[in-house]
């Protein structure tokens, strides 16, 4: 007699008891956290140095101060290895939806002006990261921003205030 193989919505949750970090999260989510950081660790180190930050920000066409990446570093209680990445996670994870400023903040990293994104690399980077959109799934997700189709430039302030309640610019009533 087959063994019952019980429900398979539930076979990759992992327990959320006990000190390990990695319990914390899904096997899919650890996968999504090894392959982002391994985007992030530049030198192949297994350490993401303000040097490999500096080039992910440099890849996406970010200016960033160093500073702001020293900043960065500093907020890990030692080297980033994987498992301290995913400390920072865990301690940063409620299970509740992000705040609107973590989305406004998520979206502003895209832009290489203010206010301004650049359609193929937003396209690209959703299409290679995270939770991979298919290129039907960017399309539509594309159909609901407002873009330029002469510069391919998405109005960030725009999606931003579709995405979060109160945020972005308030659009100008006309007169009756």
Request: charged residues 35%; aromatic residues 8%; negative net charge.
């Amino acid at each position: 007699m087959p063994a019952s193989k019980g429900s398979r919505s539930s076979s990759k949750k992992a327990k959320k008891g006990g000190s390990n970090v990695f319990d914390m999260f899904t096997q899919k989510q650890v996968a999504e956290f090894k392959e982002g950081f391994q985007v992030m660790d530049r030198d192949r180190d297994g350490i993401i140095s303000k040097d490999d930050l500096r080039g992910v920000f440099d890849e996406i066409g970010r200016i960033v101060a160093d500073k702001d990446l020293e900043d960065m570093i500093a907020d890990a209680p030692g080297p980033i290895n994987f498992t301290t990445l995913l400390h920072m996670f865990a301690s940063r994870s409620s299970g509740e939806s992000d705040d609107d400023d973590v989305v406004a903040k998520s979206f502003r990293a895209f832009e290489k002006d203010p206010g301004q994104i650049d359609s193929e690399n937003f396209r690209t980077m959703l299409m290679a990261f995270g939770d991979k959109f298919t290129p039907a799934e960017v399309d539509d997700a594309f159909e609901q921003m407002e873009l330029d189709e002469d510069t391919g430039i998405i109005d960030a302030d725009a999606l931003i205030a579709m995405l979060c309640a109160g945020s972005g610019k308030e659009e100008e009533e006309p007169a009756a």
